[in-house]
């Protein structure tokens, strides 16, 4: 397994510009979310989603967007990037009978 | 909304010291209580859980112990190594109806061990 994986590992954006993260899980988990670290604020959660076709709106989701079409994919989509959204993104992933998340290796993204 | 409080850091010790970090919470209910390992360039890990008053989790030698009276889950190691250096956060899981585990987490806590 290679458990849940993210692309890219780090990204550079202009002001303005749009992109995708994506995340991939290869366990079968229902409930998938993703978590913003910032410096002495911990993880902040964005979005999560308890099954395909269904998400909802976390802590802070003001300027993400995400879809869940399938089991395995949940994209993170930043449709115009602002310097606020220079942080550290991860990506989680889980069964929904058992509380224990597994955690992707992030992605770096600063925003110029 | 729940809340999760850790101590301010960093911390640095040396090998085989004590360690303590403190981590206190705000529930409206009876969540699970939890502690993650981030070590450098890596996501996180869980390190231990404990999901009802009482109860102590434990593995690679860490402990912490759900105390409902004093709403705290502190985490715990007799001699740390090198190799604990890292960033430990304190969370809890908000569980709602529909299988939704949202965690919260605390700012984290870095700890570096010098030999």
């Known amino acids: 397994n290679a458990g849940v994986t993210q692309t890219p590992k780090f990204q550079v954006l202009k002001t303005g510009q749009s992109m995708t993260l994506q995340c991939a899980q290869d366990?079968?988990?229902?409930?998938m979310s993703w978590y913003r670290q910032d410096p002495g604020m911990g993880l902040r959660l964005i979005h999560y989603?308890?099954?395909?076709?269904?998400?909802d709106q976390g802590e802070v989701p003001n300027g993400y967007n995400v879809s869940r079409s399938t089991t395995e994919d949940f994209p993170l989509r930043l449709l115009s990037a602002a310097p606020s959204q220079t942080s550290v993104y991860f990506c989680?992933?889980?069964?929904?009978?058992?509380?224990?998340?597994?955690f992707g290796p992030g992605t770096r993204l600063l925003v110029l | 909304g729940n809340s999760v409080t850790q101590m301010e850091g960093p911390v640095t010790l040396s090998e085989e010291a004590f360690l303590t970090i403190n981590c206190t919470y705000t529930a409206t209910g009876y969540p699970s209580l939890f502690w993650y390992v981030q070590y450098p360039g890596e996501g996180l890990q869980l390190l231990l859980k404990a999901t009802k008053a009482d109860d102590k989790g434990s593995n690679k030698g860490f402990e912490a112990t759900y105390r409902k009276e004093t709403t705290s889950f502190h985490l715990e190691k007799g001699s740390v190594q090198v190799s604990d250096s890292a960033v430990y956060f304190c969370?809890?899981?908000?569980?709602?109806?529909?299988?939704?585990?949202?965690?919260?987490f605390g700012q984290g806590t870095r700890l570096t061990i010098n030999p």
């Open positions: 366990m079968n988990h229902e409930y």
């Open positions: 989680a992933s889980g069964f929904r009978s058992q509380e224990t998340q597994y």
């Open positions: 989603s308890v099954g395909a076709g269904i998400t």
């Open positions: 969370a809890l899981s908000d569980k709602e109806d529909g299988g939704a585990q949202k965690l919260v």
